[in-house]
């Protein structure tokens, strides 16, 4: 039996424990544990303007998910408790037919110069590719610690929209996101590009459109390791095809598969607009918005499969300034940005597996609610064991919401005085 078998039931300190005893912990990541520490209030002043305090939000674990044939714990930031308990149920059924494969197709980001008031484009074109390698070597030049990492920049490519020529820069950021290295590469080129050009720049930024970052992530479960079998295998391939079809269900069917991703990747201190901005043109780039999962029926097998632009990052940002995040990577054992994206990838599918399974068969209210159930208790005013004793019997109730709350913690309260 896994140490991790009744792991919700546990108390905080209990799962501590655990975590602490099978996991390869630093001593300050023990520590960050135990006492629950949080981002310094000296650092948050320092990182943000106009800085009044901190703000917590809930660190939980998936404890055991087996990506690429090895065992993760996966921290987890998120105040929805439907997502941890999703993961939970999704990665140990996924678990039993051998886990997620992930696969990082490319990792370079992108920037832009756009140009306007071209004399002549087609001839700025051609003097913009016939220098390609002196664009290269300024955008390098103006970030040259990046080529002793084994980056730096690697191409150039054009476009023209309507009246603008743009050069897009593509660089190996290595284990960085890159938005600083990319927007001082692309001043560093922008004047070079305006005498080739004889137009005038725009601007230059980051693109947050990561195409050249994508992961994939896969799975195949086997019908008779899914509650309902092929049946409810069958219904979820329907509902992902419906996510192809239907912008209204690709809108919520992609919004719960961020449910997981963006619980990741706010624990390791990573940019989650950015992920959501890149993941969401993605999704539309046929010109419709689109389910970004897919699940098929193979034989006996429900397979799933994600693609997501992942520029994700190990280094830099609040990534060295935040202990929660250091004890995130403590519990990851550090992995590498590849290796991080796979994970991500892994996370949003099975937060989408377990979705569209409870929606093809229960729905997904009832065992929304039940989880919610400690939520009404501490809004309905419970106190201590109030709450538990509260919330199981919201989850015996017809009814989940607060009135219900509150009027089963004023019955709770009076039978003390009976």
Same mark, same amino acid.
């Given at each position: ?165 743009? #050069?897009?820069?593509?660089?190996? #950021? ?90 990741? #990747? ?153």
């Amino acid at each position: 039996m896994s140490l991790y078998s009744g792991f919700h039931k546990k108390t905080r300190q209990e799962r501590i424990h655990i975590l602490t005893t099978t996991k390869t912990l630093t001593p300050d990541s023990i520590e960050t544990l135990t006492i629950d520490r949080n981002l310094p209030e000296d650092i948050a002043g320092q990182i943000a303007e106009n800085h009044i305090g901190t703000f917590a939000l809930p660190m939980s674990v998936v404890p055991e998910i087996v990506v690429n044939g090895r065992t993760y714990t996966l921290p987890l930031v998120t105040e929805e408790p439907s997502v941890v308990a999703a993961l939970n149920y999704a990665s140990q059924i996924i678990g039993k037919s051998g886990g997620f494969t992930t696969n990082s197709h490319e990792r370079l980001m992108i920037g832009q110069v756009a140009l306007y008031d071209l004399p002549d484009l087609e001839k700025a074109k051609v003097a913009i590719r016939q220098h390609q390698t002196e664009i290269l070597d300024l955008a390098n030049a103006s970030h040259p610690s990046i080529l002793k990492r084994g980056g730096g920049a690697r191409a150039i490519r054009l476009d023209t929209k309507e009246d603008f020529l743009i #050069v897009y820069l593509l660089a190996d #950021v290595k284990e960085a996101m890159g938005a600083n290295m990319i927007n001082n590469m692309l001043e560093g080129i922008k004047p070079y590009l305006v005498e080739l050009s004889n137009g005038q720049a725009l601007m230059a930024i980051l693109s947050n459109y990561a195409t050249e970052s994508l992961v994939t992530a896969t799975c195949r479960i086997a019908f008779d390791q899914i509650p309902g079998g092929q049946e409810t295998a069958r219904k979820m391939a329907l509902a992902s095809r419906l996510a192809q079809i239907d912008p209204y269900r690709a809108a919520t069917h992609n919004k719960g598969i961020f449910n997981g991703i963006d619980a990741l #990747v706010l624990a390791t201190g990573n940019d989650w607009r950015a992920i959501e901005a890149g993941c969401h043109a993605y999704a539309c780039q046929d010109g419709q918005y689109r389910g970004l999962s897919n699940w098929t029926i193979e034989d006996t097998e429900l397979v799933g499969n994600l693609t997501v632009p992942m520029p994700i990052a190990t280094v830099g940002g609040s990534i060295g300034l935040n202990p929660k995040v250091k004890l995130a990577f403590d519990l990851l054992q550090h992995p590498d940005a590849k290796t991080l994206a796979g994970l991500i990838a892994a996370v949003g599918l099975a937060q989408n597996f377990a979705a569209l399974r409870a929606l093809v068969t229960t729905g997904i209210q009832a065992g929304h609610m039940k989880l919610q159930a400690k939520s009404l208790a501490l809004l309905a005013g419970a106190k201590g064991t109030e709450v538990e004793a509260i919330a199981q019997k919201l989850r015996d109730s017809q009814h989940t919401n607060l009135e219900q709350a509150k009027t089963l913690l004023e019955e709770l309260r009076a039978s003390y005085s009976d």
